[in-house]
């Protein structure tokens, strides 16, 4: 307080009354608040993004974007965390058709054409161009159909009549392609009179008795 011809008045102090300054004075009596300074703002710097802060001085790394999230789309935003709902997906748009993409947006002339040929890569007659049809049915693939050969082709479609078979109790070479003939001539039993050598094919069909003749000799 000052005193001046008798009259007691107050100081004037101007100064920053703001407490979350970083130099607010409790002493001041009449608030400045061009003199406040204030610790930097940290937040989204980046004006496209959803939680973007005007008065943000520097990035805090917590910037997030709304865009297409299906990374099917022809507008895939890596970036996004919030889907826009305006995701575009390249496809055949027609329910009826075997190419029918239930999340394409738009279509050309192309994506609902049918090419109806063999898909798979080892057949003969393989179409690259192919997106339609029956595999089992359309497809060629030669090659051995008995399952009981050692080069039996479990996708073969028409026999390529060149199965081969081990020997009766003789395992195949490992080092004979399964698609090969043995690379190996295995010993031929000894059989007693009245019986003979048998191979595997002939064990596993014929209806002679072989209990008078020794392991790998079959009944003449």
Known sequence: F??????????VWFGCMDSLALNYESTATVPDPSACVYPPISGCTDSTATNYNPLA????????????TNS?????????VTDDGKCEIKGCMDSDNANYNSEATFEDATDCKLVTGCKDPAAE???SRANHGNDAELCIITGCM????????????QSSNDCTYPLYGEPPSPSAPPSSPLSFSPP????????????????????????DCPDGCVSV
Request: proline share 7%.
């Open 146 to 157: 008995d399952e009981q050969a050692i080069n039996y082709n479990s996708k073969a479609t």
């Open 2 to 11: 000052s005193a001046r011809q008798g009259v007691v008045s107050p100081m």
């Open 188 to 211: 031929v039993p000894e059989c007693p009179k009245g019986c003979e050598p048998m191979d595997r094919r002939r064990l596993l069909f014929s209806t002679t008795p072989t209990t």
């Open 125 to 127: 007659n393989y179409d």
């Open 57 to 68: 001085q520097s990035s805090d790394g917590s910037c997030t974007f709304a865009g297409c």
């Open 72 to 80: 099917n789309a022809e507008n895939y935003n890596s970036l996004a």
